[in-house]
T-cell receptor, first 112, second 111 residues
Framework: ETGVTQTPRHLVMGMTNKKSLKCEQHLGHNAMYWYKQSAKKPLELMFVYSLEERVENNSVPSRFSPECPNSSHLFLHLHTLQPEDSALYLC???????????FGPGTRLTVL | QKEVEQDPGPLSVPEGAIVSLNCTYSNSAFQYFMWYRQYSRKGPELLMYTYSSGNKEDGRFTAQVDKSSKYISLFIRDSQPSDSATYLCAMNREYGNKLVFGAGTILRVKS
């Protein structure tokens, strides 16, 4: 595997379900990000982790819970989501700040 | 007012045309400017990266930044059907980890 990978690629869940999104970067980077991309809206930064510590939490509802167990892996735990949470969730990584962020292919989430 | 404004399009052009994509922004603290390309069902990939004002060229792509007008542009010469994608502008402050994105412009290049 190369670059940034995300699983699953597609996820359909009910509002009462609990699920997790997984991201893995194979680039040796020290920062990882979660973004939300909704139709016709800008990418919204959700969380930033630097050296496995959360450095940014962009006023995201508590039904989204991130976890970064090491510098290569990032999870987004989901519970009691709402239909408006349906979107493409993108993971990215970078080596430091103000440099290129490499994105994964995203997880297309549908909340019924 | 949004921090970054970008016309969503779609912009349809014939193959071989010169394409101009633009973003305006309101925050004068932005110093780093990027253009990402996103194909359908893929994540964004970085095309161009510039710091402060000026031009940068890479093959058929030219990025321009005019900080006095808070306006950035991406030009694509000799456009190809494979250039059909959504183009996202993004920018960042001098010190920070928070990229601010435009909503993206859908480009369609017809053969």
């Amino acid at each position: 595997e190369t670059g940034v990978t995300q699983t699953p690629r597609h996820l359909v869940m009910g509002m009462t379900n609990k699920k997790s999104l997984k991201c893995e970067q194979h680039l040796g980077h020290n920062a990882m990000y979660w973004y939300k991309q909704s139709a016709k809206k800008p990418l919204e930064l959700m969380f930033v982790y630097s050296l496995e510590e959360r450095v940014e939490n962009n006023s995201v509802p508590s039904r989204f819970s991130p976890e970064c167990p090491n510098s290569s892996h990032l999870f987004l735990h989901l519970h009691t989501l709402q239909p408006e949470d349906s979107a493409l969730y993108l993971c990215a990584s970078s080596q430091g700040w103000n440099v290129e962020q490499f994105f994964g292919p995203g997880t297309r989430l549908t909340v019924l | 007012q949004k921090e970054v404004e970008q016309d969503p399009g779609p912009l349809s052009v014939p193959e071989g045309a010169i394409v101009s994509l633009n973003c305006t922004y309101s925050n004068s603290a932005f110093q780093y400017f990027m253009w990402y390309r996103q194909y359908s069902r893929k994540g964004p990939e970085l095309l161009m990266y510039t710091y402060s004002s000026g031009n940068k060229e890479d093959g058929r792509f030219t990025a321009q930044v005019d900080k006095s007008s808070k306006y950035i542009s991406l030009f694509i010469r000799d456009s190809q059907p494979s250039d059909s994608a959504t183009y996202l502008c993004a920018m960042n402050r001098e010190y920070g980890n928070k990229l601010v994105f435009g909503a993206g412009t859908i480009l369609r290049v017809k053969s």
